[in-house]
């Protein structure tokens, strides 16, 4: 490997948008009724403000393990911290947001009625919903088209307005299980450039989802990478490579050769 190999730090810290992962292992059962292991002993520290890659093969369980940093899945062994607490207590905050694969969109809503929904669980006031909705539009680039419907947008529009409604709760961690798998190229680097700009805005930890090297390389501190069945980490690689980042440069496309190798 030309990259360095880090080792997990064994400490959880308790800064804003650090997460640690211990002991994570999860089982489900099969069609036939037999449990089938999932994740095995996941252990992984994530630094505030970093971003992290999830990288690996199709069913080696990495939304399964976004899942359960979310708090959607609960492990049978393990557990999960955010900010130094144990999970369970922090879905009562507003700090951990979920970006999925599909936008997720509801066609009969405008885009900034589609951003609000985020904040419609909570008692905020109307006025404060919509002028933090705007807000998170803003911040995508797409104050223009607040009173558009998912039908007006393109691809990368529709992805922008996902990423406004995960963003409007302020998270100081947002989740993103391949968020852009469906864009195109141009548009995927364009979301990747965007992404990481607001991330140094607003100061966020990513862990970001994905079976793409490249967009692993682009976009990540740290690149987790995952072994399958029963899934587990197999290896944590150290991206140094200074930003903005291009896929097609030499440095940037002999890393993402290498983790090929590793998957
Ligand atoms: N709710 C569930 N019940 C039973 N099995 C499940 C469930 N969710 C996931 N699995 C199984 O767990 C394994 C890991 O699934 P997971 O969706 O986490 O993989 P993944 O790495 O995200 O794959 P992909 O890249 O295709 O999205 C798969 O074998 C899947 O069939
Ligand atoms: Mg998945």
């Not at 694969?101 to 404060?128: C, H, Y």
């Not at 947002?174 to 700009?197: K, N």
């Amino acid at each position: 490997m030309t990259a360095a190999t880090a080792a997990v730090p064994a400490a959880a810290s308790t800064e804003s948008g650090a997460i640690a992962v211990r002991g994570v292992s999860k089982w489900f059962n099969t069609a036939e009724g037999t449990p089938l292991q999932v994740l095995d002993n996941i252990n992984l520290t994530i630094a505030a403000q970093s971003v992290v890659a999830i990288l690996g093969a199709s069913g080696c369980g990495k939304s399964t393990l976004l899942n359960i940093i979310s708090g959607i899945v609960t492990p049978e062994r393990g557990e999960i911290c955010i900010n130094g607490i144990t999970a369970g207590r922090f879905s009562e905050w507003r700090s951990v947001s979920y970006m999925f694969q599909e936008d997720r969109l509801l066609p009969w809503r405008t885009t900034i009625k589609n951003v609000e929904f985020a904040l419609e669980t909570g008692n905020m006031p109307r006025s404060e919903r919509e002028s933090r909705a705007r807000d998170a539009l803003k911040l995508v680039g797409l104050e223009a088209f607040v009173d558009a419907f998912p039908y007006q947008l393109s691809g990368g529009m529709r992805s922008r307005v996902a990423l406004a409604r995960s963003l409007v709760q302020e998270p100081c961690i947002l989740l993103m299980d391949e968020p852009f798998s469906r864009l195109d190229a141009l548009t995927r680097a364009q979301m990747h450039e965007e992404l990481l700009q607001i991330q140094q805005l607003k100061k966020m930890t990513i862990v970001f989802v994905t079976h793409d090297v490249e967009e692993a390389v682009v976009l990540a501190d740290r690149v987790v990478v995952m072994a399958p069945r029963p899934g587990r980490i197999r290896d944590i690689v150290e991206i140094a490579l200074s930003r903005p980042r291009d896929a097609t440069e030499p440095a940037t496309a002999r890393l993402a050769h290498d983790l090929k190798s590793l998957i």
